[in-house]
């Protein structure tokens, strides 16, 4: 009986709400529902900028000390921090075949061991904000995020706007995740990066990576391969389904794969700029609006 009182009551409220016209809060459109007061800045610090490739579980301090002092100058109104894996998630990620799913129990420890290693490099990077006076808080994907077939399908956006709108840099990274399909997968920064962006709405993305921008071959192997300061999204998309079709390993260091992730951002109308954040103050001009070297893609 009073169970029956309390559902006539809860659809009261439900009637009440539809004839103010408004969705129930569950069902509404998580963009509009998290509203900031200042369009977010989505940064991301690409691995190899902040690690040292070729050394397993090498963070480059003295790269990330820079970006962390760089930061601060520029200091951004609602910023977020993704970061890469570089040789703390990749190498783990690879050796336990993470991103292929689960085979076998085996990979469970490679599973905690990738987590972790992705742990540590965030640990570094916030304490090295936190010394600069940025409210850094990091945050594992893992705890919030669940992949289907390795896309991002079930996210909490609420955690990342309501630490931006307390005052806080939240501080994420590329992931081991569980996945609904495959059990678990990796979850690319990019990928998290793109989905921020559109679900915070988003001013802008900047892709702090370790060569100056796009080019048209991997610039560390191909001495002839041309700077692109600029390209479209029709451009990138033409790449695309060129790099999908051929089933290339990516010639131009992985670069045309990461911008990829990024299209969805892109489209929605997030202003894109790929550059050095090896190279001293450019990252933190990037974040001041000024000039500096580096591509731009725009939606048109
Ligand atoms: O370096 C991958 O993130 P990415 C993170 O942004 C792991 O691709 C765990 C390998």
Redesign the pocket.
């Known amino acids: 009986m009073i169970a029956l009182a309390e559902n006539e009551k809860l659809r009261q409220v439900e009637d009440a709400i539809k004839k103010a016209g408004r969705t129930p809060s569950s069902q509404k459109n998580l963009t509009k529902e998290f509203e900031l007061k200042a369009k977010p800045t989505i940064l991301?610090l690409?691995?190899s900028a902040i690690s040292h490739k070729d050394k397993p579980l090498a963070a480059n301090q003295f790269i990330i000390e820079n970006l962390a002092r760089e930061i601060a100058k520029a200091n951004v109104q609602q910023l977020v921090v993704v970061?890469?894996?570089?040789s703390f998630?990749?190498p783990i990620?690879k050796q336990y075949a993470?991103n292929e799913g689960f085979k076998d129990a085996s990979q469970i420890i490679g599973f905690s061991k990738?987590?972790d290693?992705?742990a540590v490099l965030n640990g570094l990077v916030v304490q090295a904000l936190i010394q600069h006076n940025i409210s850094a808080l990091g945050i594992a994907p893992s705890s919030f995020i669940l992949t289907k077939s390795s896309r991002i399908e079930k996210m909490d956006n609420s955690i990342v706007a309501e630490l931006l709108r307390t005052g806080f840099v939240p501080v994420l990274?590329?992931?081991?995740v569980l996945d609904l399909d495959r059990g678990f997968t990796?979850?690319?920064?990019?990928q998290l990066v793109a989905k921020l962006a559109i679900n915070l709405d988003a001013e802008r993305i900047i892709l702090g990576v370790d060569v100056d921008g796009l080019f048209t071959a991997d610039p560390k192997r191909d001495s002839s391969a041309r700077f692109i300061p600029y390209i479209t999204l029709k451009k990138l998309k033409m790449m695309q389904n060129w790099i999908e079709k051929a089933k290339v390993t990516d010639v131009t260091g992985g670069m045309y794969g990461?911008i990829i992730e990024l299209i969805p951002a892109i489209e929605h109308g997030v202003q894109t700029a790929i550059v050095n954040a090896t190279k001293k103050d450019t990252v933190r001009k990037a974040l001041c609006n000024e000039k500096v070297v580096g591509t731009i893609i725009e939606k048109e």
Not at 83 to 86: F, I, N, P, R, T
Not at 186 to 190: A, P, R, V
């Open positions: 991301k690409g691995g970061h890469g894996g570089g998630g990749h990620a993470i990738t987590h290693a992705m990274y590329g992931d081991a990796i979850l690319s920064g990019d990461k």
